[in-house]
């Protein structure tokens, strides 16, 4: 094993030498102090790494008596070891490294549910799993997606049932319909969206509802002349932002007037429903142009 020191490690070793300097001990000494104070770091370190350890049973339990050697590499050296070395990558992306494996060898048995399972308690949310999966589909196959699809509907069955209510609860405070899924531009939007049609007649009405933490990409709404958009806060709360100021709170009865050409994005706030009327303005040569989502970093910034 290489060990390596780090802040702290050093801290103590700087003392040392402080010490040294500043009442005189004897280089023998200082030697003495200086391996017992590196082997209590080891032993700390031992310590440290021990509890980021992974424990794992399930190959005793299940197969200890039968194959006893692939019991002990799959809990000490399989999750023992890889498993636990968080320092170099997460347990969250790992998990998602093991399900894209395994589907990708067609291998949709119990194995598949636990790392499901895994994954869930790793972090990784029913939209983001439905997004994975989406996306293997494409390079592993589409009967394999399918079949890892209705694994997974089971393991974030509580989390749809949760959605369900908390849509149905959001619903009763807007007289406005939340609509159908927002399939159509999903590609442009981090999380579930719905649209409902309120006017395709003189002003094209829209009422957009965002699940919370879901944003549109940044966009622009292109016209020769007249064109852009408004939009009008009815439930929930969140956000407007314009490329280079600062993002506006909105709220219902909040009115935001978008100019033609403007770059610009809009969405939920992070802990809740939200839902806007949005008017189509008229204009000459208007069309859409969807461009880079709105990171991570960016959105986490707004409270």
Not at 58 to 67: I, N, P, T, Y
Not at 176 to 194: D, L, M, R, W
Request: proline share 3%; hydrophobic share 45%; charged share 20%.
């Amino acid at each position: 094993m290489i060990y390596m020191m780090d802040h702290a490690d050093r801290v103590i070793l700087q003392r040392f030498k402080v010490k040294r300097l500043f009442y005189g001990y004897s280089m023998k000494f200082m030697k003495f102090e200086l391996i017992i104070a590196l082997l209590v770091l080891i032993m700390n370190s031992s310590s440290i790494m021990a509890q980021k350890s992974m424990k794992q049973t399930a190959g005793r339990e299940q197969l200890g008596d039968f194959a006893p050697k692939f019991a002990e590499l799959n809990d000490d050296v399989l999750f023992g070891e890889v498993w636990s070395r968080t320092d170099k990558l997460g347990l969250r992306d790992r998990s998602i490294v093991t399900i894209t494996s395994l589907i990708s060898q067609g291998i949709t048995d119990s194995s598949l549910v636990y790392h499901l399972q895994t994954a869930k308690q790793n972090g990784v949310t029913r939209t983001e799993i439905a997004e994975i999966l989406t996306h293997i589909s494409f390079y592993a196959g589409w009967p394999k997606a399918w079949a890892a699809f209705r694994l997974a509907k089971d393991v974030w069955a509580e989390d749809m049932v949760r959605v369900d209510d908390d849509k149905a609860a959001f619903q009763r405070e807007m007289i406005f319909p939340i609509g159908e899924p927002n399939t159509a531009y999903a590609a442009y939007f981090i999380g579930n969206s719905y649209l409902a049609s309120l006017s395709k007649e003189q002003v094209l009405v829209s009422n957009v509802t965002f699940e919370p933490g879901c944003r549109n990409n940044w966009h622009i709404h292109r016209a020769k002349s007249g064109g852009g958009q408004m939009l009008i806060g009815v439930a929930g709360r969140g956000w407007y932002q314009e490329e280079g100021k600062p993002a506006v709170e909105i709220l219902p009865g909040t009115v935001i007037h978008i100019p033609a050409n403007i770059k610009h994005w809009h969405g939920a706030a992070a802990d809740g429903w939200f839902a806007h009327l949005a008017f189509e303005v008229p204009g000459e040569g208007t069309s859409n142009e969807w461009l880079e989502p709105v990171t991570d970093e960016e959105y986490g910034k707004l409270k």
